[in-house]
């Protein structure tokens, strides 16, 4: 059985589409992951999913309920753990869990030995009876984690789980529900935007923009559709582009066009510009993708084009919603550039209606 | 499909809601001393005041006093409990309240009997700074004698008004919590709403003293048929029928409470 089915599942806010009809599944026991930049509506699905949102309409069924019609069987299902802190400051981790753990009906021996349980999975239960006002952030989220499987749910929810903390908690994170995952079946959903999250957490990814599911898949499956490496050349655009007049992004235009004819390019285009230096090409290449270096050299010597640097790599989930999307997933920061984007893309949307 | 009782009004989710509404309250003492501060400076100035007796029911004026100022605790640490779910909504506790399986029903029960017990608590201690400052209970039966009996019917009758009174202001906050989404916006409006259900409930002065106008106002003011009532359970002397008194806070508890739970599940959800 599939622990979540969603169909056409859409949500407007004031005429805005946050979620535009989403269809998918999540088999049990995978972690499925929801990767999109800022904005994308990650938050809101999930939130449709955890039933804390209607959705304005199509359906989604969590362990087989319907997440409005029988919200309190999806509810006793599942767990939750939010973007934002949803922990009482005031109260000690342990007074924190044992709310969670009467609310969700636990009994007092039950309540006891898995709160033991799971503090100890997070390492914090030398600290159960500290307020959680003196807890950093990595070890409230922890304790939000802990709190989420509390009462082992069988689908669990998590919404940016590492977002804003260090390398080190985040790893250590990741490795937990990894772990989790494993050892207690439990099924997980995670929002991401950080790239390497879904590449390292997730058994299945979908990709999310402006509230549409635009490429679901296994990590790997997404990444192929981008070739089998990714090159990037530094284009020398100082010496003779310069006599000519030119700058680099000219030179670079020039090369990714000479490049994309060759027949085991899959893609290839201009990357970041700097004003007078080099401009940077990508390219996508099928097959081995050492043996494609010389003659992309090749290529590049018989048009006279200098190269300055080249480089070689594994395409990652970033090149896969750059190929779909023509933009990079990266974070922006809140209410910035990419809520700009979002805003245009709309109103444009809405002209064209 | 059947919904049982026990999934609606659901006791143990009702009971931990309480639990730690009374644990946060007991480790903000110092937000509980501030909150009971004004009404211990209203009820210690004011008792200095020289006021006739004659003027005031032929009372002391502490004894006329001090259960109006009880009146006003409650009414106060009431709207604390307004305050909370604000402040549970810009914390993020409320969405692990809300994502629990839990009737939005039990919710509200919760909040609101939490709300009435530290509540209740404030309106009690209150009582009791009043006894050092010369306020001595007489008991229910008007004109009689202060006996042991009387003291006793009054004082529990007391404490059943206190939570009418509770229930009644807890509601209202919890209503306009529910609409006003801020800690900034609640707290102005509460202003302008609180000190006037204060002053024309007669805690200070009698309602014959009041122009006409007001007095119809006051009428209209639930805190009024509490203070009444706390002032002729608690020294024997009250302006309307003890029945009265009840009946006005019963419905006015009825209302705020069903507004408050009404409009809160609107808001979440
Ligand atoms: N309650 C709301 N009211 C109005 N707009 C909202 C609300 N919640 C989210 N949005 C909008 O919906 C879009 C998707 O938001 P969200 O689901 O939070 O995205 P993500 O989690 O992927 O960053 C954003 O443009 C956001 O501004
Ligand atoms: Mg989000």
């Known amino acids: ?353 | 499909m059947k919904t049982r009782i026990a999934d609606v009004i659901n006791p143990s989710a009702i009971y931990t809601l309480w639990l730690r509404e009374t644990i946060r309250f007991f480790r903000l003492r110092s937000r509980v001393l501030g909150s009971l501060g004004m009404p211990l400076f209203f009820l210690a100035f004011l008792a200095l005041l020289p006021v006739e007796p004659s003027s005031v029911h032929g009372l002391r004026y502490i004894d006329f006093l001090a259960p109006g100022i009880i009146g006003m605790t409650l009414l106060f640490s009431s709207t604390f409990a307004g305050l909370s779910v604000i402040w549970d909504r810009e914390f993020g506790f409320l969405r692990e309240i809300m994502v629990a399986p839990v009737s939005r029903v039990s919710i509200i029960l919760g909040r609101i009997v939490g709300g009435m017990t530290t509540s209740m608590f404030q309106g009690i201690l209150m009582l009791l700074a009043a006894f050092p400052m010369g306020f001595r209970i007489r008991g229910l039966p008007s004109g009689g004698e202060a006996t042991t009996l009387a003291i006793l019917i009054g004082v529990l009758l007391s404490v059943l008004f206190m939570i009418l009174i509770s229930a009644t202001f807890i509601g209202m906050g919890v209503a306009f919590a529910s609409k006003l989404k801020d800690m900034s916006g609640y707290s102005l409006v509460m202003n302008f709403l609180v000190f006037p259900i204060f002053f024309l409930s007669g805690a200070l002065f009698p309602l014959d003293d009041f122009p006409r106008w007001m007095r119809m106002l006051a009428y209209a003011d639930p805190l009024t048929y509490g203070v009444d009532a706390l002032r002729r359970c608690l020294v024997g002397v009250g302006e309307f029928p003890l029945l009265l008194d009840f009946a006005a806070l019963a419905l006015s508890g009825a209302v705020t409470v069903w507004l408050g739970a009404y409009l809160f599940e609107r808001a979440e959800g």
Not at chain 1, 209 to 215: N, Q, T
């Open chain 1, 1 to 353: 059985m599939d622990a979540i089915v969603a169909e056409r599942l859409t949500k407007c806010f004031n005429g805005l589409k946050a979620v535009d009809s989403v269809t998918f599944r999540v088999r049990e026991g995978e972690i499925f992951g929801l990767l999109g930049p800022n904005g994308a509506g990650k938050t809101t699905l999930l939130k449709m999913l955890a039933t804390l949102l209607k959705p304005t309409s199509g359906s989604a069924r969590v362990c087989g309920y319907d997440v409005v019609s029988d919200a309190d069987e999806v509810r006793r299902r599942i767990g939750v753990v939010f973007q934002e802190p949803t922990l009482d400051i005031k109260l000690t981790a342990f007074e924190n869990l044992d709310f969670h753990a009467r609310m969700y009906g636990m009994g007092k021996e039950e309540r006891r030995r898995r709160i033991r349980e799971v503090l100890r999975l997070v390492g914090l239960e030398d600290k159960a009876d500290v307020l959680v006002e003196n807890f950093s952030g990595g070890m409230q989220r922890r304790l939000e984690i802990a709190r989420g499987l509390l009462h082992s749910p069988e689908v669990l929810f998590l919404d940016e789980p590492t977002l804003g903390l260090d390398v080190q908690t985040r790893k250590s994170i990741w490795e937990y529900i990894k772990e989790r995952n494993e050892e207690e079946g439990v099924t997980v959903v995670v929002t991401t935007h950080y790239m390497e999250e879904a590449e390292f957490l997730c058994d299945r990814v979908a990709i999310i923009d402006f509230g549409k599911v635009i490429a679901t898949g296994t990590p790997e499956s997404l990444k192929a559709s981008c070739g089998s490496a990714v090159i990037t050349i530094a284009v020398d655009g100082s010496a003779q582009s310069r006599s000519r007049n030119q700058d680099g992004v000219a030179e670079a235009e020039r090369l990714a066009a000479i490049l994309s004819e060759l027949e085991f390019v899959e893609e290839a285009g201009v990357r970041g510009c700097g004003r007078g230096r080099g401009s940077v090409v990508e390219v996508n290449v099928r097959g081995s993708g050492e043996t494609c270096i010389p003659e992309l050299v090749l290529a590049a010597a018989k048009a006279g084009i200098g190269i300055k640097s080249l480089s070689f790599r594994k395409p990652t989930l970033e090149d896969v919603f750059l190929k779909l999307t023509g933009r990079e997933i990266r974070d922006e920061g809140e209410g910035g550039f990419k809520d700009f984007v979002r805003w245009t893309h709309v109103l444009w949307h809405r002209r064209r209606r």
